[in-house]
């Protein structure tokens, strides 16, 4: 079945960075971009936005652009968020989801960002 | 890009129905027949009940439903059950990005 499967809580000092990984399996991964979205404690969701795995294009949503980057590895049908100059309010969980009709989703990677 | 509107709260009685509306604009919800709503329980990941305005993934109980008129989607939970109290969020394809609305409570009383 689909299923796109994510790299465990990382706890990061503030300056730091951090890499969160998103496996999908069950398609061809080439066929569906991969979007990413966060959920900041207390806050609702939040598209940080998405990369086409065809042509590892991105496009990142407004507040999302200059320290948030996508990138992947199609050998082994992987997305990949990074975030670098970690700064605690980038504490949240972050989600990856297959942007087809429905989206498929992963189970979320909680970042904490804590001096 | 702003967030879609949706009501804080709702909530209702088991058996009772409940709509909570998702409201955008023209160059979202009103051009785009791509909403989705999505019931999430804190710490798990977000589960589409509709999809493309009306559309139900399987396994979803058919007591769901989704609409939309002009910049307004609606979804719909008929016959409310307990297990149905989480978040809902609606989220709209706007040409090149998508929008997520605020999030609606819903309690089962």
């Known amino acids: 079945q689909v299923q796109l499967v994510q790299s465990g809580s990382e706890l990061k000092t503030p300056g730091a960075s951090v890499k969160v990984s998103c496996k999908a399996s069950?398609?061809?991964?080439?066929?569906?971009?991969i979007n990413w979205v966060r959920q900041a404690p207390g806050q609702g969701l939040e598209w940080v936005g998405w990369?086409?795995?065809?042509?590892?294009?991105?496009a990142y949503a407004q507040d999302f652009t200059g320290r948030f980057v996508f990138s992947l590895d199609t050998s082994v049908s992987t997305a990949y968020l990074q975030i670098t100059s970690l700064k605690p309010e980038d504490t949240a969980v972050y989600y990856c989801?297959?942007?087809?009709?429905?989206?498929?989703w992963g189970q979320g990677t909680l970042i904490t960002v804590s001096s | 890009q702003s967030a879609l509107t949706q009501p804080p709260s709702a909530s209702g009685s088991p058996g009772q129905s409940v709509t909570i509306s998702c409201t955008g604009t023209?160059?979202?919800?009103?051009?785009?027949?791509?909403v989705s709503w999505y019931q999430h329980h804190p710490g798990k990941a977000p589960k589409v009940m509709i999809y493309?305005?009306?559309k139900r993934p399987s396994g979803v109980p058919d007591r769901f439903s989704g609409s939309k008129s002009g910049n307004t989607a609606s979804l719909t939970v008929s016959g409310l059950q307990a297990e149905d109290e989480a978040d809902y969020y609606c989220?709209?394809?706007?040409?090149?990005?998508?929008?997520f609305g605020s999030g609606t409570k819903v309690t089962v009383l």
């Open positions: 989220s709209s394809y706007a040409g090149s990005n998508y929008v």
């Open positions: 493309e305005v009306t």
């Open positions: 069950g398609y061809t991964f080439t066929s569906y971009a």
């Open positions: 989801a297959r942007d087809s009709s429905a989206w498929v």
């Open positions: 023209s160059s979202d919800v009103g051009t785009y027949d791509f």
């Open positions: 990369i086409a795995t065809n042509t590892g294009n991105p």
